[in-house]
Each structure stands twice: as structure tokens, then as C-alpha cells.
């Protein structure tokens, strides 16, 4: 059997499996997890491009997600009335001045000779900054959040166009990748997967707690669609009798027509993706990044610079994940940071590269696809499970009802087991890399 | 002549799968002795005695200890049965103090080490007066000493060192030639691996000269030294 | 004068006591982080589970402590609990020893794919614990509750501000101390101790002197499973314990580990206490203390808070950061890099 028969077989098979999805639960369920799929390829991509091509282990996935779907608010929203006038300008302005005031530190940190006179001054700038910067931000603050505190509170976006939101997506999360990079490679491994775990968890408290930049965890709910709504959809002449003609409903078909629409988009974006992907990775930069890979030393020796290469490909890694988090958010049409947790989703998509094949981007797509579909089915199916495990029990027996209510925790339990067991026994993956 | 007490006899191998680096290579240290391998960069000395002490796949050739044939056994059983062995680099726990690397070259041991202890103390005084001091702390020349006392420790019937006067200046080199002499007068047979190959040559009992991996001149240390071919090639006249 | 000893005494219950308890806690958790990288040579991102299920298995034996009707009287019946939650954690972290991590250790993987393994049995065992004792904070402290209470120590001394000290942060403190103490024992006085540090200063040279790795392993996971089950316990009693918490203390663990020297015994506990009282000084309201000490007209109108307590964990980050980008090593010079 050859290789692409092999691949095809594989791609087969989850679409037979999201197919027959849709015929026992619902097709609504069958597009959700396509949709969600799709994003998640995509994210996988983005991982596989640091994992699997450079070797990079970033466990700050989600951070870069959540960065991808700020993006989406401060570009899609309208901008909330008054409130720039109220204190944006102070905020931008205090942002400013604390970046500078950072800088300022670096900068004398550098330039200055050791000395208890330039440890002085270094601490010196930073407290003064630190405290001109407070005194500037808090009362700005304050008055953006007064602003109609019930509806927004909070600076709003450009309101421009939301597709614009998801390339703006990948350059906040490459930004932000930028200076993560810049600090923690070219350290040793673990190092990285610690500092990606700490940016990820201050990303996402920022978003939480600054409820003037995002509305925190009071969530921004409403945003722009690039595909109609259902509730315009039934009432259309035209949709109607179309969907009437196919044999459906109005409102079963309106669902089913918007999520169509997404999951088109999800595939233009995830096929330029990983037309890209396979081109970089067939590349000479491609094969120079996995030539480091292997052998780090070597490539050093041969005068590459390493740690110039890891942080181009952290940060272009890192991108690709903004983007996906730009369309999950528009996906969702609501951006709600205390639902992004840190390490369990960071930690999903980390399972779908390496099952589907670490190096290999056609294996990181099917990994993506086929781990979203286990992820949503393994609680059904546990709870089949947990039934038949608990059929012969009594009812209100204490062990049947901590078994049944116990399903909840299954899915990263799944998760864990599949990632051993596929690294243990598969290393390679379903389509290894070549 | 009788068979030596060390022997690694007429060795061919190299790492792993790799390809062979030594052939036919014949090594071997008499009882109470000092042998030294010397030769060329890149001429396999090391190698050479990494292949006795079984760091080394051997595709023929076999390594005899008292007699006793020990081709097969991993490097930690030659140890168990008598061997020492000081390794070029980070032969010492840099993190640990002097006295605690001494003991731990005792691990092995279940009995009380003590005198032995206090043998190898007499042996290098400085270690006793560091004894207390991390051993990273030391000079080169001293963690010389204390990985020669780590691997002493063990009261080995032979003892290895791969060059011990690597990066040392050349009055310690000296004085380290001095301490070797002195642990080879306590009957303690000395296979060693030098750079500096006139001064070794000068307190060899025995000299190999090894050339690509295979023995080029084999004679007391004398002889080499006396040797035309020898001194023009490798002693720079 | 009256107004410094308010002042400290305000500082002592808000500050110094929480943060003391607090570091105590990370350190623990951090040596056990230490002591794996250190023998092991990876960073455990397992190691927050492993003190929850720790912790779990003290707790499940409490209630069955607490069911037969058996105190420690006014200590917590957790304390006689925590040997059983240790066998059943080293149990546990054997059994995964012997059946994950000892496969890559013998095919000598590269550490980040150790790190990976771990992730995946952190979610495993996360799972397990949610599985077992569900998702939900539990109460498992008995015993009194405080060695002294603000109304006590008012009445002790007459002072404005009182001064509150839970039984929990005393035991905290001198358990810690007592663990402290027995480890650094082990580690420097006993000859299976120092061939962990040989082991861990020197791999090849240790095999060559004839320690035995799979032994040294073996120890570094039991001890490890015992500072993990003390630290998830103590953290569990001073708290209270939620499966979910433990993922958040991983960063914080993780900044103690790095910023003392990864492999760095004392490095764990110098980080350990430096990430507390950096947590707790730089999200306390400084407002009560400053009101004592300065004049007056002086007098702070805000809470003279650096940061909101949201963003505890962004400090230890913060410092991590610092410590990553001048001293790579960490304070007490661990093996990294």
C-alpha cells in the first residue's frame, strides 16, 4: 500500500467518522465538530511548524489562541463612544511610557558598567516609571470602565470588516511570540516550555482582569459574523423555499447553511496554511530547520545561527495559532477569556501533532481532525460505557452514581492515555514524516 | 616471557556499529610497572585503552586480566574485578567535597575504607588539608589528583589514566609524574595514555607508539627514546 | 512607638506569616521538581498532580480516620493520614516509573520528550483525581483551628491590630522544617544520599565508581512521591484542597525550582521563599502598614498596592523571566542550561 493510499484511507476514515456522527446524533453536531476540526488543524499546523520542523516545545498554545481572539474584538468591534475621549488617550499613552520605561532600564542595564551607581539607576527608572505609569493608567481606566459598565466599559475595536481579524490575529500573537522567543531560546528545552506556560497564564489573566481592553470576564458578546444569521435566513423568501425543496426545515437549514459558510472559509484559510507549510517544509530553509533539529551542534558548527533560526520559526509558529484563535473567536461570536485554559487545550492540540505524525503537516491536519472528534465523543461514548459498566447496580447505589457523574473527567484521562500509548508504540505518528 | 598481568591482545573495533579504529592492536602493563601509550594526534591512544577497559566494541582480539579472560564484561564489572580507571574529563563530582569523591570511589566497597583513605591522604597531602573543600573548587592539578585517589579508592589491581596531564602547567605535570611514580611504588601496575610523550616515556617502564589505531613501536621507555625513527617522527628529534 | 508595633504586627499577620507558610509549601514542591531534574534530568510537569493525588489519598484516609471515630486531638487527623497518602503516592509513582518513564530513559530520549511523557501523565493522573474524588473543593482539617486568634492576641497584648496564627501555618512552617532538615540529612550524611549526588553531579563517573542507577531512581521517586504527598497535604490543609489548584501551582513551583538552580536542593527552598514574599508583598494592600508609620498628612489615600492579586502567578513569572535572563543557573548555581 502506498503512502497516499495509505493517507487517503486515513482521511476517509474520520470523514466517515464525523459522517456517521451526523446520522446518529445530529448533522448540527457532525458540522460543529468539522468546524472545530478545521480550526484545530490549523492550530496543529502552527505547533507542527515549532515542534516538528524546529523542535520547539511551546506549551503556550492557548495564550496565543486568546491573543488571536482579543485581535478579533479590537479589530471587528465598533469603538464604544466616548470612551477614547474618556481615557484612551492616557492609556495608550501610560502603555507607552511603561514600554519605555523598560526599555530605558534595558538599555542602562546594558550600556552602564556594573556598579552599585548602575544598579541604582536601574532600579530607580523602573520605580519611578512604575509609578508614573500607575498614576497616568488607574484613573484612565476608571473612567473607560464608568462608561456604560451593564453593555461595554471598555475602549471597543476599529470596526473594521471581522475577516480583517484574523491575519491581525496572527501579527498580536507573532508579536508576542517575538519577545517570549527572545528571552527563553536558546536556553535548554524545558526552559521554553516554562516560559511559554508562564506567558500563557499572564496573557490570559490580562485578558480576564483588564476589563477596559476586552471587557474581562464579563465577555464581549456580539460580534460582526461574516456569515448571515439564522433568524435573517427564515425570514428569506428564497432560503425557504430552497431548503423546503431540499427537504428540511427553515430553522434546521439555517444552522446548518451558517455553519456551512464557516466551515468554507476554515477551509480556504486552513489549504493557503498548508500549502505554505509543505512549501516551507520542502524548502532549503525547510530542510536547514530540520538539519538543526537533528543535530544542533552540528548546525552550529556549521556556522548556522540557531537560536536566530528557532525564534523566526517560534514566531511564525505562534502566528499560525493567532490565526486559528482569531476564527475560533468569530466562530464562537463571543470572546470569553475564562473559558481559555491554559494547559488542557494546549495540551490537546499537542496530542493531535503527535498522533498524527510529528514533521508531517498532512499528519498534524488528520491528527487535528480525528483527536476534535475524539475529544467531543469520548463523554457520550463514556457514558455508554459507564452504563453498561453500571447496568447491574442498583439505582441510588453510591458507586453507580459516582461512576455516571465521573464521565465529566474522562476526556483528558483519554487524552493522556493516547498520547503515551501513541508515543510509547507510534513515535512516528499515523503519517510519519518523510 | 610469561603473560603479562594486563593484557588487551591484538584488539580490532571501534564505537558501537561504527567503523573499526583500532587494528590489531596489543596493549599490555606487567605487574609492578608503568606503560605508556603515546603516538599522533588522532592515533587511538585513547581509544586504545578505552578498548581494555570494555568501552569499546571488539570485533577480534580479547582483553585478559591476571590470566583471567574479561572480553565481555561492561566496564562497572572490570572495575568490581580490579580495575581503576581515571577518565580524561569530568573524572571528578565537581559539586561534592574531596572527601565525599573518595568515598564515593569506595561504592563499591563494603568494607571499611578507611586506611585506605588514609593511604591515598599520605599519597597527596593537599587532598587531606582540602578534604572538606568542593572538589570544583580545586586547581587542575589537584582534581587530577583527587580523580586519581577517587579511582585508587577501590584498591584496584591495575590502574588507568587517560591523560592525566591534560591542560596542567607543565611544573604540575611534573609533580603529577612524581605522585604517579609514587602510586606505581606501591605495586600498583599503571596503564596510561600521554600527550607529552618524552616526559612519559621517561618514567615508562614499557612504551607503545600507536600509529592509525595499530601498534607502530613497542620497547621499554628507553629504547623509544633512543629510538632515530622514533624521536624524528614523534619527539620532534 | 505603639504605632511600629501595630505596624508590625499588621505586617506579620498579612505578610510575613502567609508568605512564610506559603514559600514553605512551594519549597517542598520545588524540591521535589529539583531532585527530578536533578537525577532524572527533566523538568516534571506531572509533579502539581502528584502532590494532588498525594494529597487525595491523605484525604481519603482522613475521612476514614474521621469515620471510625480517631483524632490527633487539637492537631489535624490529616497528620496521621499523610504516611498512608505517601506509601499509596509512592505506589503510584513507581508504577509509572516502571511503566512510562523507564522505557525512554533506556533508549537515552532527549528530555523534552521526557517532558512531554510527563504532560501526558499529568493528565492522566488529573484525570484520575477527578475521577476518584471529584471536581470540588473538600474540607478535610479538624483540630483547632488557630494557635492564637486575633481576639486572643488582642486581649494578650492590648494592641489595635491583632495577629491571627492558624494551626495549619504552624504545622506547615515546622513539618517543613523537620523535612528540610531530614532531607539534607539524607542527602549529605548517608551513603545512598551522596550517591544521589554523585549521580546527579556526574552521571558516567557515578556508573564507573558502581552506583547503581535504577536504585538511585527508585530512591529519588520515593522521595520525591513523599515531598509531593507533605507539600499537596500542607498546601491542602492552609487552603483547601480543589484538583484544579494544583495546576496553578505548578508555575509557581516550576519559578522556585529555576530561580534557586534547577538540580539545587537549596536553590528549591531560597526559591521557593523568594517567589512567596515576592507573590504576597507585591499584591498586598500596603495601606494598613503605611497608615502606622508615616505622619498623618502622610497618610495614603489608595491602597498602595503594586499589583491586584490577580496577577499572583504573573509575578512568579516575572521573576522567573528576570532569572532566566541575568543568571540562567539560578541563585545557587544548578546544572542548566
Redesign the interface.
Known sequence: MSDSVRNTMYFAGVALLIIITGFVQSWNTALFILNFGLISAIMALGVNLQWGFA?L?N?GIMGFVALGGLATVLVSMPATPGAWQAGGASVIGALVLGAATVVAAVILMTKMKASKLRSFSVFGVLVVG?FVYRGLFDPAVGFIEEIDPAATGYLGGLGLPVLLAWPAGGLLAAAVAWLIGK??LG?????L???T???S??II?VM??EDWLGRGVKNVVGLPRPAPYEVDLQSNAAFIERANGLGFDAVTASTLWVKLIYAGLFTVVLVILFVMAQRALHSPWGRMMRAIRDNEFAAEAMGKNVTARHLQIFVLGSAVCGIAGAMMTTLDGQLTPGTYQP??FT?LI?VMV?VGGSGSNLGSVLGGFLIWWLWVMVEPMGSVLMNFVTYGMADGYWLKNHLL??V??????????V??LV??FSPRGLIPEK | MSEPFLIGDSMTGGYGNGPDILHNCTIAVNKGEIAVIVGPNGAGKSTGMKAVFGMLNLNKGSVRLDGEDITTLS??DR??NGMG?V?QT???????TVE?NL???A??RRDDYKDTMTQIYDLFPILKEKRYQAAGELSGGQRQQVAVG?ALM?QPKVLMLDEPTAGVSPIVMDELFDRIIEVARTGIPILMVEQNARQALEIADKGYVLVQGANAFTGTGKELLADPEVRKSFLGG | MIDFLNAFVALSNFVLIPAISYGAQLALGALGVTLI?GILR??N?AHGDTMAFGAMCTILVTWLFQSWGISFGPLPTALLAMPFGILATMGLVLFTDRY?YK?YREQKA????L???S??????L???V??II??NDQRFSDGERFIISVREFKALTGLKEGLAFKTTQGITIVTAVIVVIALFWFLNRT?TG??M??YS??E????????NPERVVMVTWLIVAALATIAGTLYGLDKSFKPFIF??L??PV??AA?VGG?GSPLGAIAGGFTIAFSEVMITYAWKKVATYVVPESWAPDTLVQ?L?T??K??V??VI??IV??FR?TGLFAGK??
Open positions: 523542535g516545545f506549551v512604575f528571552t527563553a536556553l535548554r528545552s524545558d526552559y516550555a516554562i516560559a506556560l508562564g506567558i497564564e499572564i489573566a480576564k482582569n494547559l488542557r495540551f499537542w503527535i457523574e465521573s465529566a473527567h474522562m476526556r483528558l484521562l483519554t487524552m493522556g492515555l498520547l503515551l508515543l510509547r | 566496564p562497572q572495575v568490581v580507571f577518565p569530568s573524572n571528578i563530582f565537581t559539586s561534592m565525599e568515598e564515593m570511589g561504592f563499591i577517587r577501590t | 531534574y527533566f523538568s510537569f512510562v522505557f532527549k528530555p523534552v520528550i517532558v512531554i511523557v504532560l501526558g501523565v499529568m493528565f492522566i488529573n484525570g484520575l477527578r475521577f471529584g471536581p551513603r551522596k550517591s549526588r554523585a553531579d556526574n558516567d563517573l557515578a556508573l564507573l565508581s558502581g552506583i495546576l496553578q505548578l508555575l516550576f519559578a529555576i534547577l503594586l491586584s490577580d496577577y502567578f504573573a512568579s513569572f522567573l523571566i532566566l535572563l540562567p542548566s542550561v
